[in-house]
Protein backbone atom coordinates (compact mmCIF):
# COMPACT_ATOMS: atom_id res chain seq x y z
CA UNK A 1 0.00 0.00 0.00
CA UNK A 2 1.52 3.73 -1.13
CA UNK A 3 1.80 6.32 1.33
CA UNK A 4 -0.62 8.83 1.63
CA UNK A 5 0.62 11.97 -1.07
CA UNK A 6 1.61 14.89 1.34
CA UNK A 7 -0.33 17.91 -0.68
CA UNK A 8 -0.93 21.83 0.63
CA UNK A 9 -3.01 24.38 -0.90
CA UNK A 10 -1.37 27.97 -2.02
CA UNK A 11 -2.09 31.10 -1.43
CA UNK A 12 -0.21 34.60 -2.86
CA UNK A 13 1.81 34.29 0.40
CA UNK A 14 2.97 31.10 -0.79
CA UNK A 15 3.76 32.16 -4.34
CA UNK A 16 6.11 34.56 -2.18
CA UNK A 17 7.46 32.70 -0.15
CA UNK A 18 8.43 30.65 -3.15
CA UNK A 19 10.93 33.23 -4.55
CA UNK A 20 13.98 32.24 -2.11
CA UNK A 21 16.08 35.24 -2.84
CA UNK A 22 13.58 37.61 -1.91
CA UNK A 23 12.10 35.83 1.24
CA UNK A 24 16.11 35.71 2.09
CA UNK A 25 16.91 39.40 1.61
CA UNK A 26 16.42 41.50 4.88
CA UNK A 27 14.91 44.55 3.12
CA UNK A 28 13.15 42.21 0.74
CA UNK A 29 14.93 43.08 -2.35
CA UNK A 30 13.45 41.32 -5.20
CA UNK A 31 16.45 39.94 -6.44
CA UNK A 32 14.97 37.30 -9.04
CA UNK A 33 13.41 40.14 -10.46
CA UNK A 34 15.91 42.36 -11.49
CA UNK A 35 18.20 39.62 -12.76
CA UNK A 36 15.75 38.87 -15.20
CA UNK A 37 15.18 42.39 -16.03
CA UNK A 38 19.33 41.79 -16.92
CA UNK A 39 18.63 38.85 -18.68
CA UNK A 40 16.00 40.69 -20.99
CA UNK A 41 18.50 43.73 -21.25
CA UNK A 42 16.04 45.94 -19.49
CA UNK A 43 18.67 47.03 -17.34
CA UNK A 44 17.28 51.22 -15.95
CA UNK A 45 14.29 48.71 -15.44
CA UNK A 46 16.56 46.23 -13.17
CA UNK A 47 18.05 49.10 -11.50
CA UNK A 48 14.40 50.37 -10.35
CA UNK A 49 13.88 47.27 -8.56
CA UNK A 50 17.17 46.91 -6.98
CA UNK A 51 17.04 50.36 -5.38
CA UNK A 52 13.67 51.01 -4.52
CA UNK A 53 13.65 49.04 -0.87
CA UNK A 54 17.36 49.14 -0.57
CA UNK A 55 19.05 52.45 0.43
CA UNK A 56 22.74 51.51 0.14
CA UNK A 57 21.98 49.53 -2.91
CA UNK A 58 25.35 51.23 -4.34
CA UNK A 59 27.39 49.89 -1.75
CA UNK A 60 25.45 46.60 -1.44
CA UNK A 61 26.47 45.75 -5.13
CA UNK A 62 30.25 45.03 -4.20
CA UNK A 63 29.80 44.30 0.02
CA UNK A 64 26.90 42.23 0.34
CA UNK A 65 26.77 39.00 2.24
CA UNK A 66 24.21 38.12 0.15
CA UNK A 67 21.90 35.86 1.98
CA UNK A 68 20.07 36.05 -1.01
CA UNK A 69 23.00 34.19 -2.98
CA UNK A 70 22.80 30.95 0.15
CA UNK A 71 19.14 30.70 -0.46
CA UNK A 72 19.48 30.92 -4.31
CA UNK A 73 17.79 27.46 -5.69
CA UNK A 74 20.43 27.25 -8.79
CA UNK A 75 22.85 26.88 -6.04
CA UNK A 76 21.30 23.29 -4.87
CA UNK A 77 21.50 22.39 -8.51
CA UNK A 78 25.23 23.83 -8.98
CA UNK A 79 26.19 27.10 -7.93
CA UNK A 80 24.03 30.04 -7.06
CA UNK A 81 23.24 32.88 -9.51
CA UNK A 82 25.84 35.78 -8.93
CA UNK A 83 22.97 38.48 -7.67
CA UNK A 84 25.43 40.60 -5.72
CA UNK A 85 27.88 41.41 -8.99
CA UNK A 86 24.75 41.75 -10.58
CA UNK A 87 23.62 44.71 -8.64
CA UNK A 88 27.04 46.19 -9.06
CA UNK A 89 26.29 46.02 -13.01
CA UNK A 90 22.81 48.05 -12.71
CA UNK A 91 24.39 50.43 -10.25
CA UNK A 92 27.34 51.12 -11.65
CA UNK A 93 25.62 51.79 -14.63
CA UNK A 94 22.01 53.41 -13.59
CA UNK A 95 22.73 54.37 -9.73
CA UNK A 96 24.11 57.36 -8.31
CA UNK A 97 27.51 56.33 -8.61
CA UNK A 98 27.30 56.54 -12.61
CA UNK A 99 27.15 60.09 -12.08
CA UNK A 100 30.29 62.60 -12.01
CA UNK A 101 30.09 64.43 -8.83
CA UNK A 102 29.16 67.07 -10.56
CA UNK A 103 26.20 65.81 -12.74
CA UNK A 104 25.14 64.21 -9.62
CA UNK A 105 25.24 67.84 -7.69
CA UNK A 106 23.13 68.81 -10.46
CA UNK A 107 20.67 66.31 -10.80
CA UNK A 108 19.86 66.04 -6.30
CA UNK A 109 19.76 70.47 -7.03
CA UNK A 110 16.37 71.98 -7.51
CA UNK A 111 13.87 74.02 -6.07
CA UNK A 112 12.21 71.78 -3.48
CA UNK A 113 9.70 74.16 -2.85
CA UNK A 114 7.23 73.17 -0.45
CA UNK A 115 5.54 69.93 -2.27
CA UNK A 116 7.37 66.71 -3.48
CA UNK A 117 9.53 66.16 -6.44
CA UNK A 118 10.59 63.40 -8.59
CA UNK A 119 14.09 63.03 -10.02
CA UNK A 120 15.50 61.47 -12.62
CA UNK A 121 18.92 60.13 -12.42
CA UNK A 122 20.94 56.90 -14.00
CA UNK A 123 17.18 55.51 -15.02
CA UNK A 124 15.61 55.89 -11.89
CA UNK A 125 13.24 57.92 -10.39
CA UNK A 126 13.24 59.15 -7.29
CA UNK A 127 11.10 60.42 -5.13
CA UNK A 128 11.79 63.14 -3.76
CA UNK A 129 9.86 65.48 -0.69
CA UNK A 130 10.87 68.56 1.29
CA UNK A 131 10.27 68.73 4.88
CA UNK A 132 7.17 71.10 5.54
CA UNK A 133 8.55 74.15 7.51
CA UNK A 134 6.71 72.76 10.42
CA UNK A 135 7.65 69.59 10.00
CA UNK A 136 8.67 67.40 13.40
CA UNK A 137 12.60 66.80 13.93
CA UNK A 138 14.29 63.03 14.24
CA UNK A 139 18.04 62.81 15.44
CA UNK A 140 19.68 60.03 14.11
CA UNK A 141 22.79 59.11 15.55
CA UNK A 142 25.46 57.20 13.38
CA UNK A 143 26.07 57.34 9.43
CA UNK A 144 26.59 53.77 9.18
CA UNK A 145 23.77 51.45 7.02
CA UNK A 146 21.48 51.69 9.83
CA UNK A 147 21.70 55.57 10.44
CA UNK A 148 21.70 56.14 6.35
CA UNK A 149 18.37 53.99 5.89
CA UNK A 150 17.01 55.15 8.47
CA UNK A 151 17.54 58.57 7.86
CA UNK A 152 16.83 57.93 4.10
CA UNK A 153 12.86 56.70 4.50
CA UNK A 154 12.04 59.32 7.13
CA UNK A 155 13.02 61.73 4.37
CA UNK A 156 10.60 60.63 2.14
CA UNK A 157 7.81 60.06 4.94
CA UNK A 158 8.22 63.83 5.15
CA UNK A 159 10.15 64.55 8.60
CA UNK A 160 13.29 66.86 9.09
CA UNK A 161 15.99 64.24 9.58
CA UNK A 162 19.55 65.64 11.01
CA UNK A 163 22.29 62.74 11.52
CA UNK A 164 25.06 63.05 13.47
CA UNK A 165 27.99 61.37 13.01
CA UNK A 166 31.25 61.39 15.11
CA UNK A 167 33.76 61.06 11.97
CA UNK A 168 34.61 63.46 9.50
CA UNK A 169 32.96 61.52 6.63
CA UNK A 170 29.78 59.17 6.36
CA UNK A 171 29.40 55.82 5.73
CA UNK A 172 30.48 54.09 9.46
CA UNK A 173 32.50 51.01 9.48
CA UNK A 174 31.35 50.77 5.59
CA UNK A 175 34.03 53.56 5.28
CA UNK A 176 36.24 53.12 8.24
CA UNK A 177 36.36 49.12 8.27
CA UNK A 178 36.00 47.66 5.16
CA UNK A 179 39.02 48.66 2.40
CA UNK A 180 38.80 50.94 -0.16
CA UNK A 181 39.70 47.70 -2.53
CA UNK A 182 36.54 46.11 -1.79
CA UNK A 183 34.39 49.39 -1.72
CA UNK A 184 35.39 52.89 -2.97
CA UNK A 185 35.14 55.70 -1.33
CA UNK A 186 33.49 57.43 -3.97
CA UNK A 187 30.41 55.15 -3.94
CA UNK A 188 30.02 55.65 -0.22
CA UNK A 189 30.02 59.64 -0.69
CA UNK A 190 27.96 58.98 -3.81
CA UNK A 191 24.66 57.24 -2.30
CA UNK A 192 24.92 59.43 0.74
CA UNK A 193 24.90 63.20 -1.57
CA UNK A 194 21.76 61.00 -2.83
CA UNK A 195 20.31 60.62 0.40
CA UNK A 196 21.32 64.43 1.53
CA UNK A 197 19.38 65.48 -1.79
CA UNK A 198 16.36 64.45 -0.28
CA UNK A 199 16.99 66.94 2.60
CA UNK A 200 18.80 65.36 4.92
CA UNK A 201 21.30 66.91 7.16
CA UNK A 202 24.21 65.19 8.21
CA UNK A 203 26.57 67.06 11.06
CA UNK A 204 30.05 65.41 11.02
CA UNK A 205 32.78 65.79 13.58
CA UNK A 206 29.46 65.65 16.31
CA UNK A 207 29.29 62.63 18.36
CA UNK A 208 27.15 62.09 21.26
CA UNK A 209 29.27 62.08 24.52
CA UNK A 210 28.02 62.50 28.07
CA UNK A 211 27.98 66.22 27.64
CA UNK A 212 26.04 66.20 24.49
CA UNK A 213 23.40 63.40 24.42
CA UNK A 214 20.08 62.51 24.25
CA UNK A 215 18.80 65.32 26.46
CA UNK A 216 20.74 68.44 25.04
CA UNK A 217 18.99 67.05 21.46
CA UNK A 218 15.40 66.86 22.91
CA UNK A 219 15.98 70.68 24.16
CA UNK A 220 16.92 71.40 21.02
CA UNK A 221 13.33 70.18 19.78
CA UNK A 222 14.45 66.78 18.38
CA UNK A 223 11.50 64.71 19.09
CA UNK A 224 12.40 60.95 17.96
CA UNK A 225 15.22 59.49 17.91
CA UNK A 226 17.42 56.71 16.19
CA UNK A 227 20.44 55.05 18.11
CA UNK A 228 22.34 53.47 14.86
CA UNK A 229 26.16 54.17 16.80
CA UNK A 230 27.48 50.67 14.85
CA UNK A 231 30.18 48.48 17.04
CA UNK A 232 33.46 50.12 16.35
CA UNK A 233 35.34 48.80 19.74
CA UNK A 234 37.38 45.46 19.05
CA UNK A 235 37.27 43.07 21.76
CA UNK A 236 40.78 42.10 23.81
CA UNK A 237 41.88 39.00 24.88
CA UNK A 238 42.85 37.65 28.59
CA UNK A 239 46.24 35.99 27.93
CA UNK A 240 50.29 36.60 28.86
CA UNK A 241 51.54 39.23 26.65
CA UNK A 242 48.59 40.77 25.31
CA UNK A 243 49.78 44.09 26.21
CA UNK A 244 53.31 43.82 24.30
CA UNK A 245 53.56 46.29 21.84
CA UNK A 246 52.98 44.83 18.02
CA UNK A 247 49.95 43.20 19.51
CA UNK A 248 46.60 45.20 18.18
CA UNK A 249 42.74 44.77 17.63
CA UNK A 250 41.57 44.10 13.92
CA UNK A 251 39.18 46.87 14.53
CA UNK A 252 41.44 49.26 15.53
CA UNK A 253 44.39 48.74 12.68
CA UNK A 254 41.61 49.13 9.99
CA UNK A 255 40.21 51.91 11.37
CA UNK A 256 43.54 53.66 11.53
CA UNK A 257 44.38 52.25 8.00
CA UNK A 258 41.09 53.64 5.80
CA UNK A 259 41.68 57.10 7.77
CA UNK A 260 44.77 57.13 5.69
CA UNK A 261 47.98 56.67 8.91
CA UNK A 262 50.58 54.17 8.13
CA UNK A 263 50.36 51.28 10.62
CA UNK A 264 53.99 49.45 10.42
CA UNK A 265 53.74 45.73 11.05
CA UNK A 266 57.07 43.80 9.79
CA UNK A 267 57.14 41.15 7.44
CA UNK A 268 55.33 37.96 9.31
CA UNK A 269 51.94 38.95 10.78
CA UNK A 270 49.40 36.42 12.93
CA UNK A 271 45.86 37.31 12.58
CA UNK A 272 43.90 35.60 15.16
CA UNK A 273 40.13 34.89 14.35
CA UNK A 274 39.66 33.14 10.90
CA UNK A 275 37.35 35.90 9.98
CA UNK A 276 37.04 37.58 6.57
CA UNK A 277 38.16 41.55 7.70
CA UNK A 278 41.53 39.75 9.05
CA UNK A 279 42.15 38.66 5.30
CA UNK A 280 41.33 41.96 4.08
CA UNK A 281 44.01 43.45 6.70
CA UNK A 282 46.87 40.83 5.85
CA UNK A 283 46.34 41.08 1.90
CA UNK A 284 47.19 45.54 1.59
CA UNK A 285 49.99 44.50 3.99
CA UNK A 286 51.66 42.14 1.67
CA UNK A 287 51.74 44.10 -1.17
CA UNK A 288 52.68 47.44 0.03
CA UNK A 289 55.99 46.06 0.10
CA UNK A 290 56.00 43.53 -3.05
CA UNK A 291 54.06 45.61 -5.54
CA UNK A 292 52.88 43.48 -8.66
CA UNK A 293 53.22 40.34 -6.67
CA UNK A 294 50.48 37.73 -5.70
CA UNK A 295 51.55 36.36 -2.60
CA UNK A 296 49.87 33.57 -1.33
CA UNK A 297 23.96 30.74 22.60
CA UNK A 298 22.16 32.26 18.74
CA UNK A 299 24.16 36.11 19.60
CA UNK A 300 27.91 34.27 19.72
CA UNK A 301 26.53 32.35 16.27
CA UNK A 302 25.93 36.09 14.77
CA UNK A 303 29.21 37.46 16.49
CA UNK A 304 31.56 34.67 14.98
CA UNK A 305 30.27 35.41 11.82
CA UNK A 306 30.79 38.67 11.82
CA UNK A 307 34.18 38.07 13.63
CA UNK A 308 35.09 36.24 10.25
CA UNK A 309 34.60 39.41 8.46
CA UNK A 310 36.52 41.82 10.40
CA UNK A 311 39.56 38.65 10.34
CA UNK A 312 39.53 38.55 6.72
CA UNK A 313 39.78 41.95 5.86
CA UNK A 314 42.62 42.38 8.62
CA UNK A 315 44.70 39.70 6.86
CA UNK A 316 43.97 41.06 2.97
CA UNK A 317 44.77 44.88 4.44
CA UNK A 318 48.22 43.72 6.12
CA UNK A 319 48.98 41.62 2.68
CA UNK A 320 48.49 45.10 0.89
CA UNK A 321 50.97 46.86 3.70
CA UNK A 322 53.63 44.85 2.89
CA UNK A 323 53.98 41.89 5.20
CA UNK A 324 55.66 38.91 3.53
CA UNK A 325 54.30 35.86 5.60
CA UNK A 326 50.41 36.45 6.76
CA UNK A 327 48.87 33.80 8.75
CA UNK A 328 45.11 33.38 9.75
CA UNK A 329 44.42 31.53 13.19
CA UNK A 330 41.14 30.59 14.11
CA UNK A 331 39.32 28.21 16.27
CA UNK A 332 37.06 26.43 14.28
CA UNK A 333 38.21 23.75 11.96
CA UNK A 334 38.33 24.70 7.94
CA UNK A 335 35.08 22.99 7.35
CA UNK A 336 33.58 25.10 10.27
CA UNK A 337 34.96 28.21 9.38
CA UNK A 338 32.12 31.04 9.18
CA UNK A 339 33.16 32.24 6.02
CA UNK A 340 33.13 28.62 4.63
CA UNK A 341 28.94 28.71 5.12
CA UNK A 342 28.23 31.39 2.73
CA UNK A 343 29.02 31.43 -1.21
CA UNK A 344 30.70 34.89 -0.67
CA UNK A 345 32.46 33.73 2.29
CA UNK A 346 33.62 30.80 0.61
CA UNK A 347 35.00 32.95 -2.59
CA UNK A 348 37.02 35.24 -0.14
CA UNK A 349 38.71 32.47 1.52
CA UNK A 350 39.60 30.94 -1.99
CA UNK A 351 40.99 34.38 -3.15
CA UNK A 352 42.86 34.79 0.29
CA UNK A 353 44.44 31.85 -0.45
CA UNK A 354 45.37 32.75 -3.90
CA UNK A 355 47.16 35.86 -2.59
CA UNK A 356 49.90 34.12 -0.23
CA UNK A 357 47.54 33.80 3.27
CA UNK A 358 48.26 30.89 5.02
CA UNK A 359 45.23 29.20 7.03
CA UNK A 360 45.67 27.76 10.62
CA UNK A 361 42.62 26.38 11.60
CA UNK A 362 42.17 24.59 14.74
CA UNK A 363 44.58 26.40 16.84
CA UNK A 364 43.84 28.43 19.47
CA UNK A 365 45.91 31.97 21.50
CA UNK A 366 47.62 30.65 24.37
CA UNK A 367 50.31 33.13 25.33
CA UNK A 368 52.26 36.16 23.29
CA UNK A 369 55.68 36.26 23.34
CA UNK A 370 58.24 39.38 23.23
CA UNK A 371 61.56 40.52 23.99
CA UNK A 372 61.99 44.32 25.24
CA UNK A 373 58.41 44.74 25.61
CA UNK A 374 57.74 44.03 21.67
CA UNK A 375 55.80 40.95 20.66
CA UNK A 376 58.22 38.28 19.12
CA UNK A 377 55.90 35.16 18.86
CA UNK A 378 52.86 33.71 19.49
CA UNK A 379 52.22 30.22 21.01
CA UNK A 380 48.86 28.57 20.34
CA UNK A 381 47.14 25.59 21.51
CA UNK A 382 45.20 22.79 19.76
CA UNK A 383 41.34 23.21 19.98
CA UNK A 384 39.55 20.17 19.47
CA UNK A 385 35.94 21.58 19.44
CA UNK A 386 34.41 25.02 19.51
CA UNK A 387 30.81 23.96 19.96
CA UNK A 388 29.07 21.61 23.35
CA UNK A 389 26.74 18.77 22.69
CA UNK A 390 24.56 22.05 23.06
CA UNK A 391 25.58 23.83 20.22
CA UNK A 392 26.67 26.75 22.46
CA UNK A 393 30.36 28.12 21.77
CA UNK A 394 32.09 26.68 24.12
CA UNK A 395 35.66 25.24 22.87
CA UNK A 396 37.65 22.42 24.47
CA UNK A 397 41.36 22.51 23.93
CA UNK A 398 44.57 20.02 24.04
CA UNK A 399 46.97 20.98 26.35
CA UNK A 400 49.18 18.70 25.67
CA UNK A 401 49.80 19.75 22.14
CA UNK A 402 51.34 23.41 21.28
CA UNK A 403 53.49 24.96 18.67
CA UNK A 404 55.10 28.66 18.41
CA UNK A 405 54.43 30.84 15.54
CA UNK A 406 57.01 34.05 14.99
CA UNK A 407 55.36 37.23 14.30
CA UNK A 408 56.58 40.86 14.45
CA UNK A 409 52.63 41.62 14.73
CA UNK A 410 49.82 39.88 16.09
CA UNK A 411 46.11 41.20 15.41
CA UNK A 412 42.86 40.42 17.05
CA UNK A 413 39.79 39.76 15.28
CA UNK A 414 38.06 37.94 18.12
CA UNK A 415 34.70 40.19 17.93
CA UNK A 416 33.58 43.76 18.72
CA UNK A 417 31.15 45.78 20.32
CA UNK A 418 29.26 49.46 20.56
CA UNK A 419 30.64 52.17 22.26
CA UNK A 420 27.86 53.56 24.97
CA UNK A 421 29.17 55.89 26.89
CA UNK A 422 27.27 58.78 26.28
CA UNK A 423 24.29 57.23 27.75
CA UNK A 424 23.38 58.17 31.00
CA UNK A 425 21.15 57.80 33.77
CA UNK A 426 18.64 59.97 32.83
CA UNK A 427 18.28 59.28 29.49
CA UNK A 428 16.63 55.58 30.32
CA UNK A 429 17.93 53.37 27.59
CA UNK A 430 19.15 50.57 29.23
CA UNK A 431 22.32 48.51 27.93
CA UNK A 432 22.52 44.98 27.92
CA UNK A 433 24.85 42.22 29.78
CA UNK A 434 26.60 41.72 26.93
CA UNK A 435 26.93 45.79 25.97
CA UNK A 436 24.14 46.14 23.05
CA UNK A 437 21.31 48.78 23.97
CA UNK A 438 18.25 46.86 24.81
CA UNK A 439 15.29 47.10 22.22
CA UNK A 440 11.73 46.09 21.40
CA UNK A 441 12.46 42.91 18.76
CA UNK A 442 9.75 44.26 16.75
CA UNK A 443 9.30 48.14 16.84
CA UNK A 444 12.63 48.62 17.99
CA UNK A 445 11.70 50.35 20.71
CA UNK A 446 14.69 50.97 23.53
CA UNK A 447 13.19 51.45 26.85
CA UNK A 448 13.34 55.58 26.78
CA UNK A 449 10.24 57.04 25.28
CA UNK A 450 11.10 58.40 21.43
CA UNK A 451 14.26 56.51 21.23
CA UNK A 452 14.67 53.56 18.53
CA UNK A 453 17.48 52.13 17.83
CA UNK A 454 19.42 49.24 15.40
CA UNK A 455 22.38 47.86 13.74
CA UNK A 456 25.32 46.93 15.36
CA UNK A 457 24.81 48.65 18.62
CA UNK A 458 22.25 46.51 19.13
CA UNK A 459 22.27 43.42 17.87
CA UNK A 460 25.49 40.90 17.71
CA UNK A 461 27.42 42.56 14.56
CA UNK A 462 25.98 41.15 11.09
CA UNK A 463 25.86 42.14 7.76
CA UNK A 464 25.08 45.34 6.12
CA UNK A 465 21.68 44.78 4.66
CA UNK A 466 20.95 43.22 8.18
CA UNK A 467 21.43 46.68 9.53
CA UNK A 468 19.74 48.64 6.93
CA UNK A 469 16.63 47.03 7.07
CA UNK A 470 16.48 47.79 11.09
CA UNK A 471 17.00 51.23 10.47
CA UNK A 472 14.11 50.47 7.69
CA UNK A 473 12.15 49.32 10.51
CA UNK A 474 13.05 51.92 13.34
CA UNK A 475 11.70 54.53 10.28
CA UNK A 476 8.57 52.46 10.20
CA UNK A 477 8.06 52.49 14.09
CA UNK A 478 9.22 56.25 14.53
CA UNK A 479 6.75 57.50 11.81
CA UNK A 480 3.63 55.71 13.32
CA UNK A 481 5.30 57.43 16.91
CA UNK A 482 5.06 60.60 15.48
CA UNK A 483 1.50 60.33 13.72
CA UNK A 484 0.00 58.70 16.83
CA UNK A 485 -1.25 55.48 14.97
CA UNK A 486 0.28 51.88 15.32
CA UNK A 487 3.16 50.78 13.08
CA UNK A 488 1.12 49.23 9.47
CA UNK A 489 1.14 45.83 9.24
CA UNK A 490 2.72 44.91 5.30
CA UNK A 491 0.94 44.93 2.22
CA UNK A 492 1.65 42.80 -0.33
CA UNK A 493 0.56 43.91 -3.98
CA UNK A 494 1.14 40.69 -6.84
CA UNK A 495 0.53 41.21 -10.50
CA UNK A 496 0.11 38.17 -12.40
CA UNK A 497 1.01 37.94 -16.09
CA UNK A 498 0.58 35.32 -18.51
CA UNK A 499 2.66 34.61 -20.83
CA UNK A 500 2.17 33.28 -24.46
CA UNK A 501 3.03 29.41 -24.88
CA UNK A 502 4.25 30.21 -27.75
CA UNK A 503 6.82 32.22 -27.48
CA UNK A 504 8.06 32.01 -23.75
CA UNK A 505 11.25 29.78 -23.62
CA UNK A 506 13.63 30.21 -21.00
CA UNK A 507 17.58 31.04 -22.26
CA UNK A 508 18.91 28.85 -24.56
CA UNK A 509 21.51 26.99 -22.56
CA UNK A 510 21.04 28.24 -19.16
CA UNK A 511 21.40 24.91 -17.95
CA UNK A 512 25.17 24.95 -19.29
CA UNK A 513 26.34 28.36 -18.28
CA UNK A 514 28.66 28.44 -15.15
CA UNK A 515 28.64 30.94 -12.15
CA UNK A 516 31.45 33.62 -12.94
CA UNK A 517 32.46 36.55 -11.55
CA UNK A 518 35.04 38.59 -13.49
CA UNK A 519 38.35 39.74 -11.23
CA UNK A 520 41.63 41.40 -11.37
CA UNK A 521 44.63 39.38 -12.34
CA UNK A 522 46.97 38.68 -9.07
CA UNK A 523 49.67 40.83 -10.49
CA UNK A 524 47.42 43.69 -10.84
CA UNK A 525 46.37 43.44 -7.84
CA UNK A 526 48.08 46.26 -5.75
CA UNK A 527 47.22 49.28 -3.07
CA UNK A 528 43.43 50.19 -3.47
CA UNK A 529 43.16 48.12 -6.97
CA UNK A 530 39.52 46.65 -6.76
CA UNK A 531 39.87 42.60 -6.91
CA UNK A 532 36.43 42.13 -8.75
CA UNK A 533 35.62 43.67 -11.73
CA UNK A 534 32.78 44.47 -13.71
CA UNK A 535 30.20 42.94 -16.17
CA UNK A 536 30.14 43.66 -19.79
CA UNK A 537 26.62 44.08 -20.42
CA UNK A 538 26.88 40.61 -22.57
CA UNK A 539 28.41 39.00 -19.73
CA UNK A 540 25.48 40.53 -16.95
CA UNK A 541 22.60 39.17 -19.32
CA UNK A 542 24.42 35.40 -19.40
CA UNK A 543 25.34 35.67 -16.03
CA UNK A 544 21.39 36.66 -15.39
CA UNK A 545 20.40 33.66 -17.61
CA UNK A 546 20.87 31.32 -15.17
CA UNK A 547 18.10 32.21 -13.36
CA UNK A 548 15.75 29.30 -12.63
CA UNK A 549 13.00 32.00 -12.71
CA UNK A 550 11.19 31.30 -9.38
CA UNK A 551 8.30 34.12 -10.06
CA UNK A 552 7.09 32.01 -12.95
CA UNK A 553 5.12 28.77 -12.25
CA UNK A 554 2.90 26.32 -15.01
CA UNK A 555 -0.87 27.40 -13.64
CA UNK A 556 -3.60 24.75 -14.02
CA UNK A 557 -7.31 25.39 -15.26
CA UNK A 558 -9.49 21.70 -14.24
CA UNK A 559 -11.61 23.07 -16.40
CA UNK A 560 -10.04 22.69 -19.67
CA UNK A 561 -8.12 19.80 -18.75
CA UNK A 562 -8.83 16.34 -20.59
CA UNK A 563 -6.68 13.91 -18.34
CA UNK A 564 -3.89 12.86 -20.96
CA UNK A 565 -1.02 13.59 -18.63
CA UNK A 566 1.23 14.39 -21.58
CA UNK A 567 2.14 17.08 -19.22
CA UNK A 568 3.49 14.41 -17.05
CA UNK A 569 5.37 12.49 -19.50
CA UNK A 570 7.35 15.54 -20.65
CA UNK A 571 8.33 17.30 -17.71
CA UNK A 572 11.76 16.24 -17.23
CA UNK A 573 12.06 16.68 -13.54
CA UNK A 574 9.23 14.71 -12.38
CA UNK A 575 7.73 17.48 -10.58
CA UNK A 576 4.01 16.96 -12.23
CA UNK A 577 1.68 14.20 -11.48
CA UNK A 578 -2.47 13.42 -11.03
CA UNK A 579 -3.59 11.66 -7.91
CA UNK A 580 -6.76 10.57 -6.60
CA UNK A 581 -8.13 12.69 -4.18
CA UNK A 582 -8.49 9.67 -1.18
CA UNK A 583 -4.50 9.27 -1.79
CA UNK A 584 -4.02 12.81 -0.54
CA UNK A 585 -2.73 13.26 3.03
CA UNK A 586 -3.49 17.09 4.28
CA UNK A 587 -5.80 19.22 6.49
CA UNK A 588 -9.39 19.59 7.41
CA UNK A 589 -10.07 22.39 6.16
CA UNK A 590 -8.20 21.25 3.17
CA UNK A 591 -10.41 17.64 2.56
CA UNK A 592 -13.83 19.63 3.39
CA UNK A 593 -13.06 21.74 0.23
CA UNK A 594 -11.91 18.77 -1.91
CA UNK A 595 -14.91 16.90 -0.70
CA UNK A 596 -17.31 19.64 -1.73
CA UNK A 597 -15.37 19.14 -5.56
CA UNK A 598 -15.69 15.85 -5.10
CA UNK A 599 -19.31 16.06 -4.45
CA UNK A 600 -18.85 17.98 -7.87
CA UNK A 601 -17.82 15.09 -10.04
CA UNK A 602 -13.64 15.73 -9.43
CA UNK A 603 -11.74 12.88 -8.49
CA UNK A 604 -8.39 13.56 -9.15
CA UNK A 605 -6.02 16.47 -8.51
CA UNK A 606 -3.28 18.17 -10.05
CA UNK A 607 -0.06 17.99 -8.16
CA UNK A 608 2.92 20.45 -8.58
CA UNK A 609 6.10 20.29 -6.85
CA UNK A 610 7.54 24.39 -7.17
CA UNK A 611 10.81 23.21 -5.54
CA UNK A 612 11.47 20.78 -8.32
CA UNK A 613 10.32 22.87 -11.23
CA UNK A 614 13.06 24.36 -13.45
CA UNK A 615 10.43 26.54 -15.28
CA UNK A 616 11.22 25.16 -18.81
CA UNK A 617 7.53 25.18 -20.02
CA UNK A 618 7.39 21.95 -21.67
CA UNK A 619 4.23 21.28 -20.16
CA UNK A 620 2.30 24.20 -21.16
CA UNK A 621 3.80 23.49 -24.93
CA UNK A 622 2.26 20.24 -24.67
CA UNK A 623 -1.22 20.69 -23.77
CA UNK A 624 -2.99 19.91 -26.09
CA UNK A 625 -5.67 22.04 -24.56
CA UNK A 626 -4.21 25.01 -22.94
CA UNK A 627 -5.33 23.88 -19.76
CA UNK A 628 -1.75 24.97 -18.14
CA UNK A 629 -0.31 27.91 -18.70
CA UNK A 630 3.16 29.87 -17.84
CA UNK A 631 2.20 32.67 -15.67
CA UNK A 632 4.67 35.25 -13.84
CA UNK A 633 4.39 36.56 -10.44
CA UNK A 634 5.35 40.05 -9.54
CA UNK A 635 5.47 41.24 -5.70
CA UNK A 636 5.94 44.47 -4.44
CA UNK A 637 5.52 44.72 -0.24
CA UNK A 638 5.13 48.14 1.23
CA UNK A 639 3.49 49.56 4.27
CA UNK A 640 0.59 52.06 4.63
CA UNK A 641 0.80 55.33 6.41
CA UNK A 642 -1.66 57.99 7.54
Known sequence: MSLPIRAEPRDLWWFRGNVPCLEACPVKTDAGRYVQLIAQGRFAEAYRVARAPNPIASMCGRTCGAPCEDACRRGKIDEPVAIRPLKRFVTENYGPESLSATSLEEVLRGDMGGGSTTTLHGGALLARRAPAGDARRVAVVGAGPAGLACAHDLALLGWRVTIFEAMPLPGGMMRYGIPSYRLPREVIDHQVAEIEGLGVEIRYGRPLTPEFGIGELRAEGYEAFFLGIGASRGRGIDIAGSDLDGVS????????????????????????????????????????????????????????????????????????????????????????????????????????????????????????????????????????????????????????????????????????????????????????????????????????????????????PALLITAAAQGKVAARSIDALLRREPVAPPRLTVRVEQLPTDTYRMSAGYEQIARHIPVVPLERRSGICEVEASYTAVEAQAQASRCLECHTHPIYDGERCVLCARCVDVCPEHCLRFAPLDELATTPEVRDRLGAERGAGVLSVFLYDGTKCIRCGLCAVRCPTAAITMERFQFEEGYAHG
Open 249 to 460: KAIDYLLNINRGYRVPVGKRVVVVGGGLVAIDAARTAMRAILPGIAMAPEEEAAVEATTLRVALDAAREVVRRGAAEVTIVSLESAAEMPAARSVQGREELGVAEGEGITFLPSWGPRRMLGSGGKVTAIELIRCVRTLDDDGRFNPVFDTGDTRTLDADAVILAIGQGPDVSFLRPEDGVEVSRSGTIKVDPVTLATTAPGVFAGGDGAFP
